[in-house]
T-cell receptor
Framework: EAGVVQSPRYKIIEKKQPVAFWCNPISGHNTLYWYLQNLGQGPELLIRYENEEAVDDSQLPKDRFSAERLKGVDSTLKIQPAELGDSAVYLC???????????????FGPGTRLTVL | AQSVTQLGSHVSVSEGALVLLRCNYSSSVPPYLFWYVQYPNQGLQLLLKYTSAATLVKGINGFEAEFKKSETSFHLTKPSAHMSDAAEYFCAVSHSGNTGKLIFGQGTTLQVKP
């Protein structure tokens, strides 16, 4: 079974430029998460999708961040414009969903390491 | 509100020695608890999880953790450390109501010395 796929793995941009990250979850997983992981810290949830609906985006800085999950499969996270403080690892995770008995177990992708210069 | 505290940002052990990584949680409702491991430049991999069944949970790679409600703890242990265990370890708590949101601790870096 293929795991969660993310691209690109690394991205270096200058501040004020836009950037986008892509995630393809495990096949059949209805729930998709985007996390932000700063250096030396644990991941923090940015947004959670149930199928194509964003059910928790309370931690997403909506002035510059946006996300979409068209057709309820893969997802894109965008930052526009990027700031120096956005340098971090952006992790995508998926899970079978709240009604599939996996007790919130989440499967993580390798992440995208963003560096903003 | 839920939270997780991992005591010790860095733990160093000798190869073959006991590994003990500490995790305390705060939750107003019955929690689900998880330990994840992260190797350099990789995503998080689930080691084990507690979901209100047996309080002693066995995971992959010889790790286990014990849920102690009275101490609000979920410490991770391994009897004998291997060099390959060197990594970052994260404890996480989730609402047992299946909201899906994981709250992570700050992480503990495990160093294994030869």
């Amino acid at each position: 079974e293929a795991g969660v796929v993310q691209s690109p793995r690394y991205k270096i941009i200058e501040k004020k430029q836009p950037v986008a990250f892509w995630c393809n979850p495990i096949s059949g997983h209805n729930t998709l998460y985007w996390y932000l992981q700063n250096l030396g810290q644990g991941p923090e949830l940015l947004i959670r999708y149930e199928n194509e609906e964003a059910v928790d985006d309370s931690q997403l800085p909506k002035d510059r961040f946006s996300a979409e999950r068209l057709k309820g499969v893969d997802s894109t996270l965008k930052i526009q414009p990027a700031e120096l403080g956005d340098s971090a690892v952006y992790l995508c995770a998926s899970s079978p969903g709240p009604d599939r008995g996996h007790a919130n177990e989440q499967f993580f992708g390798p992440g995208t390491r963003l560096t903003v210069l | 509100a839920q939270s997780v505290t991992q005591l010790g940002s860095h733990v160093s052990v000798s190869e073959g020695a006991l590994v003990l990584l500490r995790c305390n949680y705060s939750s107003s409702v019955p929690p689900y608890l998880f330990w994840y491991v992260q190797y350099p430049n990789q995503g998080l991999q689930l080691l084990l999880k507690y979901t209100s069944a047996a309080t002693l949970v066995k995971g992959i790679n010889g790790f286990e953790a014990e849920f102690k409600k009275s101490e609000t703890s979920f410490h991770l242990t391994k009897p004998s450390a291997h060099m390959s265990d060197a990594a970052e370890y994260f404890c996480a708590v989730s609402h047992s109501g299946n909201t899906g949101k994981l709250i992570f601790g700050q992480g503990t870096t495990l160093q294994v010395k030869p």
